[in-house]
């Protein structure tokens, strides 16, 4: 064997940097072709991005839009983890300023900020999909979740969010968060809900006509549907799905290790069968939101779908305390599942990595001449471009470049 000095520098001067060209999503917009999204030149997408938190609640708690910076900076920082979507949760009566929400955060000021932070999402490669997060019938006001998308509001909403992205082919929509305590029926066609102490029973509207609402402004981006339980249940999608003039639907699953579809057999069981037919994105997915933490499902269930090319949304790029956070401040630390994520999405992304590290397991384990091989075949194959590598990959080049440049050269 042997490794020209050449080879090993230009291979370490092409991953030792921390910011290289990043290669954007398309930016033509996507389409539902069978059980596919594409874009306008035909190829497959997978939506493979996070959700971002805050701007569902902290409107209607009096305090703000965001919770954390949403300047370009801080969409850069998602380029940087090979996000290609990002899931932004709306409320229904900031977007509509009503239900005495603060002026300051309502209405005209909080679509404006909405409208800018879509923009910069698009204009960085990334496809927004806005989601009525929080809603609320009457006057009860939007401050949690609330079973489904109610009669007197929800319509407004959808006819003012749709009209204000349709000409933006990068913004997809998602109708409704999360679905519970309801039917299938309901679910699309609507029905009255007994209601609680605060609102008496209300009249909920079905997806059916959420989906003809959009329609009705000329948008035709796709729309993501979520299930039922909380989005975590599609088994009766297909059999209920609206009609879309436009054919662009998308089924949206939810799962979460505390979910009653939260195993490999369930998923395909459940999900599988709809993904042979229908574009299936995993709206969200996170870990236990107890102690420890744990992630291991919803890594396994981001593997899970790698295999199937279906795309996924990790819950959630926010810096509060407990496991579902991905940050741990908004410099760039991660928390363990953050760290998952990052390295997940960006192994897709960037397949040599995969040899990269492989090669550091070899040197650390002594075998010096496997590790040049496994170096020598990742410069060979550095086709891709990179925004960023984590200090282990660049550590192990480094320490590549100081130790086997000299002891293997002239090895025949």
Known sequence: MRIGLAVILALVAGLSGQHLSVAAASTDGLHVAGNRLIDDHGVPVRLLGVNRSGTEYACIRGWGIFEGPADSASVTAMRAWYVNAVRIG??????????????????AAYQHAIGDYV?????AGMYAIVDLHWSAPGQAG????????????????????????????????DAFNEPFDVGWDCWRDGCVYPGGPDTGPWHTVGMQTLVQTIRATGATQPILLGGLHFSNDVTGWADHVPDDPRHQLVASVHVYPFNPCAAPDCWQDDIAPLAASVPVVVGEVGPDWAPPYSDAMANDLMRWADHRDLGYLAWTWNTWGGGDALLTNHTGQTTTWGSDVRRHLTHLAVPRLDVV????????????RRAGELYDQAAESSSDTESQVDAATI????????????????DE
């Open 142 to 173: 939007a401050t949690s979740l609330r079973p489904m998308a109610d009669l007197d509001h929800s319509v407004d909403f959808w006819r003012s969010v749709a009209n204000t992205f349709a000409d933006n082919p990068n913004v997809l929509f």
């Open 357 to 368: 590290e492989q090669a550091n397991a070899a040197y650390a384990a002594g075998d010096i």
């Open 395 to 410: 550590t192990g080049l480094a320490r590549f470049r100081a130790v086997l440049a000299w002891t293997l050269i002239g």
């Open 90 to 107: 709306l409320n229904e009566d900031c977007w509509l300023g009503i239900n005495g929400v603060p002026e300051q955060f309502a209405g």
């Open 119 to 123: 923009d910069a999402v698009t204009r």
